[in-house]
């Protein structure tokens, strides 16, 4: 296992997982959600392949309605 931090909070998830894995055990849905890790966007073809490191930092965003 490892930790990682999602939306600032600390998450743990196995070791080697992928950003899908990470969406599959937090139960997000990938077509309505947005991901950065340290910082940078994850475009969405890349969730699958994207290995996660120890103690990097996961944004999860969904989108927001409103004016």
Do not use: C, W
């Not at 999860?60 to 309605?65: A, D, G, K, Y």
């Amino acid at each position: 296992m490892m930790q990682l931090f999602v939306n600032g909070e600390p998450q743990q998830v196995p070791a080697a997982a992928s950003v899908q894995d990470l969406l599959n055990q937090l139960g997000y849905e990938p077509k309505s959600i947005a991901v950065a890790v340290d910082g940078d966007f994850v475009p969405k073809h890349q969730y699958q392949t994207l290995a996660l490191r120890p103690a990097q930092s996961v944004e999860v965003l969904s989108p927001m309605q409103g004016g």
